[in-house]
T-cell receptor, first 114, second 112 residues
Framework: EPEVTQTPSHQVTQMGQEVILRCVPI?????FYWYRQILGQKVEFLVS????????KSEIFDDQFSVERPDGSNFTLKIRSTKLEDSAMYFC????????????FGNGTRLTVT | SQQGEEDPQALSIQEGENATMNCSYK?????LQWYRQNSGRGLVHLIL?????REKHSGRLRVTLDTSKKSSSLLITASRAADTASYFC????????????FGQGTRLTINP
């Protein structure tokens, strides 16, 4: 069964550094998402991406965050200048259509900012 | 906020018993979905119930939806130790948004 793959599985970075989290969504999916989950807490929506542009973003997704789909297969999340509070699990997800279809999640990247 | 609380936050039962988890939400929805998350892993879709459906079954899972009360329940029958995980409900709102909004989750522990 096709899977969403995320790399790296764990990233440690120093405060103020830039990080890029990478995802390969399922190939025929059209909608792409980033979510984050601070340890043991709720899964928070960051951003949705459709038709090569951001369709919606949350208050968390400020100017420090950006997303790209550079080559039709990868989907990346960049954090320009990491803060301690950015430490979390970041999940990429995709789905074939919008409403009434399930999300397929990757296994996440654990980001630790020191 | 589109999403309310899940209830209970944690549930511990003996293997073989049934587990019931509840979810409330605040806005009008297209559908409500349930996901499972094993520790340290991604979320896995379990079942989707549309706003015009009241009950849906999938194997040992039974989901109900009451749109008048803006609530849903997930019942896992004949629980197994392997069902130990966190369970999240998520809603697809009607108005414009293409995102799923997740609840707080219920941590389910099945004791052998």
């Amino acid at each position: 069964e096709p899977e969403v793959t995320q790399t790296p599985s764990h990233q440690v970075t120093q405060m103020g550094q830039e990080v890029i989290l990478r995802c390969v969504p399922i190939s025929n999916h059209l909608y792409f998402y980033w979510y984050r989950q601070i340890l043991g807490q709720k899964v928070e929506f960051l951003v949705s991406f459709y038709n090569n542009e951001i369709s919606e973003k949350s208050e968390i997704f400020d100017d420090q965050f950006s997303v790209e789909r550079p080559d039709g297969s990868n989907f990346t999340l960049k954090i320009r200048s990491t803060k301690l509070e950015d430490s979390a699990m970041y999940f990429c997800a995709s789905r074939w259509t919008g409403p009434n279809s399930p999300l397929h999640f990757g296994n996440g990247t654990r980001l630790t900012v020191t | 906020s589109q999403q309310g609380e899940e209830d209970p936050q944690a549930l511990s039962i003996q293997e073989g018993e049934n587990a019931t988890m509840n979810c409330s939400y605040k806005t009008s929805i297209n559908n409500l979905q349930w996901y499972r998350q094993n520790s340290g892993r991604g979320l896995v879709h379990l079942i989707l119930i549309r706003s015009n459906e009241r009950e849906k079954h999938s194997g040992r899972l039974r989901v109900t939806l009451d749109t008048s009360k803006k609530s849903s329940s997930l019942l896992i029958t004949a629980s197994r130790a392997a069902d130990t995980a966190s369970y999240f409900c998520a809603t697809d709102a009607i108005q414009g948004a293409q995102k799923l909004v997740f609840g707080q989750g219920t941590r389910l522990t099945i004791n052998p």
